[in-house]
């Protein structure tokens, strides 16, 4: 259940203040808590007197809140005295609190003046910059905004005012409009979609791309030496050109005015032969040309050949570093990973999808701490990161909530097993004998394990933020190792007899739920452990107490017979195959590597292009069809 505080007066009529934020908590499912400011004695005629609670009574009631039952949301109403609103601030602040709204209280619905004239000033310093929405009436919206509000587009004016004043969202209630009562959300213009934007007067989406595109043209159009590459062919295959190269009005221009230079005529024709050639796409000029200029052509080859493995030791210093990504990226497509390792050329990346996974395992990784706090250190982290936007900011608000339920139910899963010890974000490095420096390294999310009869129980587990799942017969062809490798590099550790229990992704991201079960039963099955077990139940129960039908692991559960047939379970044996079969994986990659064998070969298994659909790469990889190396296997194993 959400959890609410209102920071307000009491209404002995019951029609405003704490008595009604209270009513409108509770009739929205919201546990509802309070703070008086101050009673007042009141009815719908006016109000009679105001008894102002003491600085140091709000403060107490304050504290009393926060350091008990945490607000998901903080509502302050009617605050008549600024040392009244001093408290408030610092204490919000102190606590760090959320989502917060903030009734600007000045004047009643019957006219009374709630608040003392010099408490203003302390109110629009101390407490509105704090604010998620700020909700005024008209007569405070009119003060605020110091402008009249005859109309709607005065009432928009005014919000728009606020808005940009206080850096926050604004409720316009129009109860005080005698024409029209409707009330008025604004937040800032990209909150807005295309139809009231048009109402409101702001460009639109296709406004906005269009001024940014003249922009981006007046800006190319005063570069004197200006070279422009673009894809020619769309994803569907069909011959293209760059829109904004049409609308630039360059290439045209450059291509078709033939000149007395021999030298540049000929060129021309030597981009027009290379354009048959390669994409059989014919130019009408082409006779033109070569009956007056006879070129020899030779068809253009972008397949790789080799690199001197002299100069790739050299370039490497003699070392080779490799992890678990570098691996899976050398066998999605050899031609990537030299792209992307050896020559390091550089993409942008989503830096703001990185940020989430990045502090979810900070979070994960400090869960544990004897002093953690949970909003304390995800806080900590981003204040540490770049400014964000307010969009970045609400999907932020929205995983900081989602993550805490997530550490509350892995802390549940904790009390289904009798794993005793753990190491969290571990990294493990293992030398490779060759002729120049070899290291192969990972850093494993969770390692569980369980020491006893001079043997150790181990568990690897990983964090994923993404939709990966685990698939056995991918891993054959070097494809989704990080479990087998974690799993490998855990042998490595300096554990005495190591028994492997299982190897588990947890998403913590699972959007897909069971509507079967209420929504927070669901969500906690989708946090159960995905992954393959040891098939011996002596052995298992160890991990999970639960096992036979599992809150721990998604799909283990026994019958009379043993293990059901949609468990997933790999007797010791199996499990011994993988670890050799992903040390083989490994050792044949670095042999690769230092051969120079860095050929393009994406892989296609079973129809799916697993290599090039997400590859930042391949509007820059010349791919033939004849590159591509094709997978042809039985079913996915997709499990549970």
């Known amino acids: 259940m959400k959890t609410a505080l209102t920071i307000a007066g009491s209404d002995s009529s019951g029609g405003a203040g704490i008595q009604a934020d209270i009513k409108t908590m509770m009739a929205n499912g919201v546990y509802a808590m309070s703070a008086i400011t101050a009673l007042t004695a009141q009815n719908t005629t006016g109000v009679a007197a105001i008894q102002n609670a003491t600085p140091e009574f709000l403060a107490q009631e ?18 008549s005295e600024k040392e009244l609103i001093k408290v408030i601030s ?26 003392n004239e010099d408490a203003v000033d302390t109110l629009k310093k101390e407490l509105f910059h704090l604010a998620t929405i700020l909700t005024p009436n008209i007569p405070e919206a009119e003060e605020l905004a110091k402008i009249k509000i005859n109309n709607s587009k005065d009432m928009i004016k005014a919000a728009e005012k606020i808005a940009k004043t206080y850096n926050c969202a604004v409720l316009c209630k129009g109860g005080h409009n005698q024409n029209d009562a409707s009330d008025l959300l604004y937040k800032d213009n990209e909150y807005f979609n295309d139809k009231e934007k048009v109402i409101l007067g702001y460009d639109t989406s296709i406004e906005l791309n269009i001024n940014k595109k003249i922009e981006i043209i007046k800006k190319i159009n005063n ?16 011959y293209t050109r760059c829109d904004l190269i049409n609308d630039i009005n360059i290439i045209d221009n450059y291509k078709t005015k033939y000149t007395n230079s ?19 796409i014919k130019d009408k000029d082409i006779d033109l040309l070569s009956s007056n200029y006879d070129i020899p052509y030779m068809q253009y080859d972008n397949k790789y050949h080799s690199v001197d493995k002299d100069k790739l030791y050299k370039y490497l210093n003699n070392k ?51 002093d953690f706090n949970f909003s304390n250190v995800f806080d900590e982290y981003i204040s540490n990161e770049r400014e964000f936007s307010k969009r970045e900011l609400f999907f932020l608000t929205n995983i900081k909530e989602e993550l805490e339920f997530i550490i509350t139910t892995i802390r549940k899963q904790y009390t289904y097993s009798t794993f005793d010890k753990n190491m969290k974000e571990k990294e493990v490095y293992v030398n490779k004998d060759r002729n120049i420096k070899v290291t192969f390294m990972g850093k494993i999310d969770k390692v569980l394990y369980k020491e006893e009869d001079d043997i150790t129980y181990l568990v690897v587990i990983d964090y994923k933020t993404g939709s ?39 998403k913590l991201f699972n959007t897909t739920l069971d509507n079967s079960k209420d929504y927070d039963t669901a969500k906690e099955n989708n946090l159960r452990l995905e992954g393959y077990s040891i098939n011996e139940e002596n052995i298992l129960s160890k991990f999970d107490t639960t096992y036979n039908d599992s809150k721990l692991i998604k799909g283990m559960k026994t019958t009379s017979k043993g293990f059901s047939s949609y468990s997933k379970v790999l007797s010791e044996e199996e499990i011994d195959d993988m670890l050799d079969n992903t040390d083989k994986l490994i050792d044949k990659a670095i042999d690769n590597i230092l051969e120079a064998d860095f050929e393009i070969n994406p892989k296609v298994i079973n129809g799916e292009n697993v290599s090039c659909s997400f590859c930042e790469y391949r509007d820059i990889c010349y791919l033939r069809e004849k590159d591509k190396v094709y997978i042809n296997k039985d079913g996915e194993d997709n499990g549970d």
Do not use: W
């Open 320 to 370: 080779l570093l490799l992890s678990y990504t570098a691996l899976d990226n050398y066998y999605k497509c050899k031609f990537k990973y030299y792209l992307n390792n050896i020559l390091k050329i550089n993409i942008i990346k989503d830096d703001f999808a990185i940020l989430i996974g990045n502090v979810c395992h900070y979070v994960l990784l400090h869960m544990d701490d004897i």
């Open 90 to 115: 610092d204490k919000l602040k102190q606590y760090k609190a959320k989502n917060i709204v903030i009734d600007p209280v000045m004047v009643a619905t019957s006219g009374a003046r709630l608040i």
């Open 262 to 280: 021999n030298m540049m005529n000929k060129i021309f024709l030597a981009m027009k032969l290379d354009n048959l050639v390669k994409y059989n």
């Open 62 to 79: 304050i504290d009393c809140i926060f350091t008990d039952i945490e607000p998901d949301a903080v509502k302050v109403g009617m605050v």
């Open 223 to 238: 570069i004197k030496n200006l070279t422009i590459s673009y894809k020619l062919f769309d994803n569907s295959g069909n």
């Open 468 to 506: 990966t799942n685990i698939n056995l017969k991918n891993m054959e062809y070097g494809l989704g190792l990080q479990l087998p490798i974690y799993l490998y590099l855990s042998s490595k550790m300096e554990l005495k007899n190591v028994k492997v229990v299982g190897f588990y992704l947890q």
